[in-house]
């Protein structure tokens, strides 16, 4: 009896263990150069390079006609999976692959790759690439990209530094290894590589908050009329007679908190300013206006739902609204002041002024109730069995196309699967967001 609570933090240990192995399979931050170039095959045609260094794998594809690549031969190949890696480049066409399965008459696989404000996704075939499908989202940055895919059967959903983009349905491909893909012309850096055997739908999001103190409109858009200016670190939007201003974020939510801060700076005293949630093509609305009244309303309508006690500090106001199961609260200054039947699902969340009005809004935030880390990971490192001499002269790109003897390396990797070998080493116990 003495020796039941050791017992049972020992199984609590493997439990945690098991668990990981479970959900990480790989992952590669390139902070131990020697293991990255253990764990990854170099496919490098008619000039270019990858290094493993400082941090990234940096690939540099100068050539005219073929796609660079580093694979990760994957020892399991679960269907269903998340894939996800920080693509840094100033071009246009470089990205993750994964499906991915290499033989004498080329690859195959799927690509999704960042440019020009948005994202594409291909399928690679002996002898032929295949767009897919391709999104704009203002949540695209210009250089610096977390691309994620969630694939469960058929169907992948793509995300783009923790947003929804698009779903794309192809079942030509069911699983296969990983690989880090730059198209030619391009050259790109590489981090935060990491494969999950766990799936995420479309409302998955990453918490987002903007003090409106950075120029541009990084994962907004906007809709309606009026001018909208971010300076200073405030967000001031001004509307005249007969214009709406919508300031929204364009992804699926499910249960969410909103929050911002706002004064009004101009306008009569029925204008109306603070929160919209769309579904279903109809938008609802939880606002305040210069009188101190509080509105929920719908498209077409408004009622009057309570007064505020007072102001906030400097006219300020603390503007509140969480969606939790069928229920939309909304509360000022940390007073609930109205509630209304929630959806199941919005498309789209964000600010609203309504006509006539100038208004100035702050701190905003959206939230998962669930907390803005509630995705971890812990590294996991597996042993690496052999390692077979570099090979030059491939008879084939990754086309299928011949090649010349000489234009061509590849660096193969063999990781272990049998006894010791499957073992996994934890190299901390720290958690790491994935966002």
């Not at 200073?232 to 969410?256: C, M, N, R």
Request: charged fraction near 20%; glycine fraction near 12%.
């Amino acid at each position: 009896m003495g020796n039941k609570p050791a017992i049972l933090f020992l199984i609590l240990i493997v439990s945690f263990i098991a668990d990981v192995r479970a959900v990480v399979l790989f992952e590669d931050y390139f902070s131990n150069e020697s293991q990255s170039i253990l764990n990854w095959t170099g496919v490098i045609n008619n000039g270019g390079s990858i290094g493993y260094g400082g941090g990234c794998a940096a690939i540099d594809n100068s050539g005219s006609v073929n796609s660079a690549m580093a694979i990760h031969n994957m020892p399991l190949k679960p269907p269903d999976f998340t894939f996800s890696g920080r693509v840094v480049t100033d071009d246009p066409g470089a990205g993750i692959i994964f499906c991915l399965s290499r033989s004498s008459v080329g690859t195959s696989g799927y690509a999704v790759v960042t440019g020009e404000g948005g994202v594409y996704a291909y399928k690679y075939s002996p002898g032929e690439i295949s767009e897919l499908h391709s999104e704009s989202s203002p949540f695209v940055r210009k250089k610096d990209n977390l691309i994620s895919v969630s694939k469960k059967k058929e169907r992948m959903t793509v995300f783009c530094n923790g947003y929804f983009v698009f779903t794309f349905i192809d079942s030509a491909y069911n699983t296969g290894d990983i690989g880090l893909l730059v198209q030619p012309y391009t050259s790109a850096d590489f981090d935060d590589i990491q494969f999950r055997e766990e799936t995420y739908d479309s409302t998955r999001y990453a918490c987002f908050s903007d003090d409106f103190s950075v120029p541009g409109n990084y994962g907004w858009i906007f809709s309606g009329s009026g001018k909208l200016e971010r300076e200073e670190g405030f967000l001031g939007i001004v509307t005249s007679t007969h214009q709406k201003a919508y300031y929204g974020l364009h992804i699926p939510l499910t249960d969410f908190t909103l929050k911002t801060d706002v004064s009004f700076s101009g306008g009569d005293s029925s204008i109306l300013c603070g929160f919209f949630v769309l579904s279903d093509s109809v938008r609802q609305f939880f606002c305040i206006n210069r009188r101190g009244e509080c509105a929920s309303y719908s498209d077409g309508g408004d009622t009057v739902t309570g007064y505020l006690d007072k102001a906030g500090p400097d006219g300020w106001n603390n503007l509140e609204l969480n969606k939790e199961s069928d229920s939309l609260i909304f509360s000022v200054n940390g007073t609930i002041m109205g509630k209304a039947d929630g959806k199941s699902l919005y498309e789209e969340a964000g600010l609203f002024v309504s006509s006539g009005a100038a208004v100035m809004f702050d701190n905003f935030r959206l939230t998962d109730p669930l907390g803005c880390n509630n995705v971890t990971a812990v590294r996991v490192y597996r042993q690496i069995s052999g390692v077979q001499e570099s090979i030059a002269g491939l008879n084939a790109d990754m086309l299928g196309r011949k090649l010349l003897s000489g234009k061509a390396s590849m660096l193969l990797v063999k990781t272990g699967k049998s006894g010791s070998h499957k073992r996994m080493r934890l190299r901390a116990f720290g958690a790491r967001s994935i966002d």
